[in-house]
């Protein structure tokens, strides 16, 4: 949520204005923000996805419109719309194609329909690459000229800027580097697309509490035991709560998905050479506001340390993303501010 | 060396013309392309690193001169020479860091001395991205929008190319993609870098033959043991003519080449989705002119289909380089082209 000391009024805010949407499978957030990103209104709406993407796609337009209202903004002020969206969709097309999210959201023209619903123009994006651009704008990325984004969560997302680009891929499939691979060997972990090795099947919340089932199930003890006899599900949160009294298995399966993770991002500082990554999603451990998530950070740092080229170990920056999940707006609206401003200057 | 039947006359030519230098650890190849890519004239000149990078500088400016008149044009019809290097370097300040095949050519402002010897303003780049971008301009890339290069030889070079924008990186170690991480054991193979799992450790010819002769050591049987007794060298055109003949050890070291370069490419892929992915170098069975190199294209292929999203490995195209070792001067010569352009539009 955002700092409401950053809240602006539209009097004081820089005109034109953007709103960014930022499609979930449970909610849908939208936020009304100025030409710096500073936000002037937000809100969320239930997806409910089952009522279909027609319907979807209507609540949301009528919603931009409210979000506008609310900022004290009508609607001609307002230079474009973006939107955020899990894939798999055709960015080009403005289609959804298949979104595991959004079950039934299927080859839908959701770029066309929303703008049909809002009355404005609607820049379609990937939602990780929205929330990397907003990081990039305002957020943990604002001091760079390159940066690769990995969110961690019921996936890896990840997102990647060099300049004033964004590399969305042929096929938008670019930035899927929660699917590169890391691990060549015949029994390596297989990740939720069917494939073995990728990054995300050692680093994505259900993998990593699988690491942790499959260590229990071996026999290690661990101040888990008791918790999970007790009913209680072992979850990323369980698992930070029993790592930062100091339990021994979940500190070792926590520091072990920091270097898996520095791995992943070391095959990324070598083909992309970014003035720095930044990390975010959900998983507990994975924040700065605790001893916890510095140590993760710290675990981090000195894996891609000794594994980066000396010149990219010494320059790259390292850092938790700082929107939260406010990004995911933030970033549609600087994504659709961007494409805006190239069809200013031809 | 380029089909005569592409060289052109000045008369034929579409001007601006522009100079590619391809600067290698024993030669330098330099040649005067038009405004299409096709040359005009080209000449080699030992490099003679002995001598030092003042002295290199002096002879390839020189040269660049000579290759001018060769072509029947005068300095004054060139609108640019591109240079591209071995690393390490710095390719915005124009300088060689600590480049491995040039010893002695350390901290040294090869851009900027060639540009005082020929009297041209020179674009300096990454030996491997101007051999991505000759593929790109002219070769096996020519109908791709964007395309990674993977090149086999003493190491594995790589560029990568995104419409008009070639990932160089903050630290000049953009798409390094012999150096992504592709095996995470703690006894994965050891690179020439000093780090481990590399691929370009599974890969690269050094590696190759280290990989064979564990093979051999181990006791395997293999058509190469009699050669090597009678004091031939281990080589990988060596491995390629047993293989040829139906050596089984052979083909099992080529076409697991095969498959772990299939690995680093879905990694790439997965990171950037590419229209398409060319491979080139020096390795003997690296080449579609005979039946083991189309085996090892289509195990190549066949890997990143198996691996590869489905919409990817439906439609990436991959096939081998066309160029030879033409790539050099022509892409050195098309990024100078690309930054004349630049200049000219503002």
């Not at 700065?288 to 010149?311: C, I, K, T, W």
Request: glycine share 14%; proline share 5%.
């Amino acid at each position: 949520m955002p700092d409401p000391s950053q809240f602006i009024k539209a009097s004081a805010a820089q005109s034109p204005f953007f709103v960014g949407v930022d499609l979930g499978g449970t909610n849908v957030k939208i936020g009304v923000v100025d030409d710096r990103g500073r936000t002037l209104s937000w809100l969320t709406e239930p997806t409910e996805s089952e009522k279909g993407p027609e319907s979807g796609a209507q609540r949301m337009g009528e919603a931009v419109l409210r979000a506008i209202a609310d900022a004290g903004l009508s609607p001609s002020d307002v230079a474009r719309v973006g939107l955020g969206s899990p894939g798999t969709m055709d960015v080009p097309a403005g289609m959804l194609i298949r979104p595991h999210n959004l079950p039934g959201w299927f080859n839908f023209p959701i770029r066309d329909r929303v703008s049909h619903y809002c009355g404005l123009g609607v820049t379609f994006t990937n939602d990780a690459n929205a929330a990397a651009n907003g990081e990039f704008w305002i957020g943990a990325g604002s001091a760079m000229h390159s940066m690769v984004m990995l969110t961690l969560g019921t996936g890896i997302g990840c997102g990647i800027i060099i300049g004033d680009f964004s590399i969305e891929g042929e096929n938008s499939h670019g930035a899927e580097c929660g699917h590169i691979i890391i691990d060549i060997a015949k029994d390596a972990r297989m990740c939720g697309c069917g494939q073995r090795g990728h990054l995300e099947a050692y680093c994505s919340a259900p993998h990593v509490v699988n690491r942790i089932e499959l260590a229990l199930a071996s026999g290690r003890e661990s101040s888990l035991s008791p918790r999970m006899a007790d009913g209680e599900e072992l979850t990323p949160e369980l698992l930070a709560e029993e790592a930062a009294k100091g339990d021994a298995l979940a500190r070792e399966i926590i520091f072990d998905t920091a270097r898996y993770l520095g791995i992943g991002a070391v095959t990324l500082l070598h083909t992309i050479d970014p003035s720095g990554i930044v990390l975010g999603g959900g998983m507990t451990f994975g924040r700065d506001q605790s001893e916890l998530g510095r140590e993760f950070m710290e675990e981090f740092r000195a894996e891609v340390r000794r594994r980066a080229f000396p010149v990219i170990a010494e320059r790259v920056m390292i850092d938790y993303a700082s929107l939260g999940g406010d990004a995911g707006y933030i970033g549609a609206a600087g994504i659709a501010r961007f494409q805006w401003l190239r069809s200013q200057h031809g």
